[in-house]
């Protein structure tokens, strides 16, 4: 019996995986229940918590071991219609597809932000929906107007530059945005567990940023390369939001933890900012064959 057991744990299949999955989601909901119905610690807590903790761990496993097939069905699926397979091959014409998702999510949640400022009349609030709505613009110019014109590199160096410069602006920004944090009423709190939920996203989104502000750095296409480069700030920018909300929601004050991460931030926005300019100097002489990230459609026309 204990065979079978650890046999289906190490190779689960079907009806095992629907059952496991049945039950960490019945655990997610417990967890999700107790911290909404009783916030204090006990015993029961401390046991809900080690078997979701578990059955996340397993959760991963499982996840681990069925992505090469699950990765292999779906490519294969993709392959069927040409816009879609062209977006699996082309990486310029996949960065400028998904900036446009991105790019209405921001909005969206930028939005958010200037409503419940102005509702609350939170400067806080204002301020962090203003600095997202510099990066969304930021990253229209890039979407709108470098990346029309696959092959004009004159353009595509004049707006990799401008954003380069607009980030180094930025810098001060942030830092201000750290005294800001410890003297304004931020009046916007997460409700309940969304904050875990939010803090899960925030880490995903930090790492496929910078996993692809690196891969991009292959790519010679610069309007491809500023969309990556403004995603990591957008990231790296919500991690400094979502740590002072995290601090306010646990009844803690660190004006040095927000002033180390803040700084940390601002330096490496200037970094960025100031590697593009160069970029964009170094390239003025350089000669290179046009990538395009033309879908099947344009080539036919």
């Known amino acids: 019996m204990w065979k079978r057991l650890l046999c289906a744990l190490r190779r689960p299949r079907g009806a095992f995986l629907l059952c496991f999955y049945a039950v960490f989601a019945a655990l997610l909901a417990g967890t999700a229940l107790l911290l909404a119905l009783a916030p204090d610690i006990t015993a029961l807590h401390a046991a809900v918590f080690a078997l979701t903790a578990a059955g996340l761990a397993y959760a991963v496993y499982t996840a681990v071991l069925f992505a090469p097939k699950a990765k292999a069905a779906a490519v294969r699926l ?4 040409p816009f879609t397979a062209e977006l699996i091959r082309n990486y310029g014409l996949r960065t400028v597809v998904f900036s446009f998702c991105g790019f209405a999510v921001s909005v969206a949640y930028a939005a958010l932000q200037a409503g419940l400022g102005i509702a609350a009349r939170s400067l806080w609030n204002v301020t962090v929906a203003g600095f997202y709505f510099v990066l969304i613009a930021l990253r229209g110019v890039v979407l709108f107007f470098g990346c029309r014109r696959a092959g004009d590199e004159k353009r595509e160096r004049r707006i990799y530059a401008l954003c380069g410069g607009m980030l180094n602006l930025l810098t001060p920004v942030l830092a201000g945005l750290v005294v800001l944090a410890q003297t304004a009423d931020l009046s916007f709190a997460y409700a ?12 995903g989104k930090i790492v496929s940023a910078a996993v692809q502000f690196f891969r991009a750095r292959r790519q010679d296409r610069l309007a491809v390369r500023a969309l990556r480069n403004i995603n990591l700030v957008t990231a790296l920018y919500s991690v400094l ?61």
Request: a positive charge; proline letters at 4%.
């Open 192 to 203: 309940g567990v969304m904050i875990y939920f939010s803090a899960a996203y925030t880490f």
């Open 241 to 301: 939001v979502l740590q002072i909300a995290m601090l306010q929601a646990f009844g803690e004050q660190s004006g040095t933890g927000n002033a180390l991460l803040g700084g940390a931030i601002a330096v490496l926005t200037f970094i960025i900012g100031l590697a593009m300019i160069v970029r964009a100097r170094r390239t003025r002489g350089e000669r290179r064959p046009p990538e395009t990230v033309e879908t099947p459609a344009d080539r036919q026309e």
């Open 78 to 81: 993709l392959q069927r219609r």
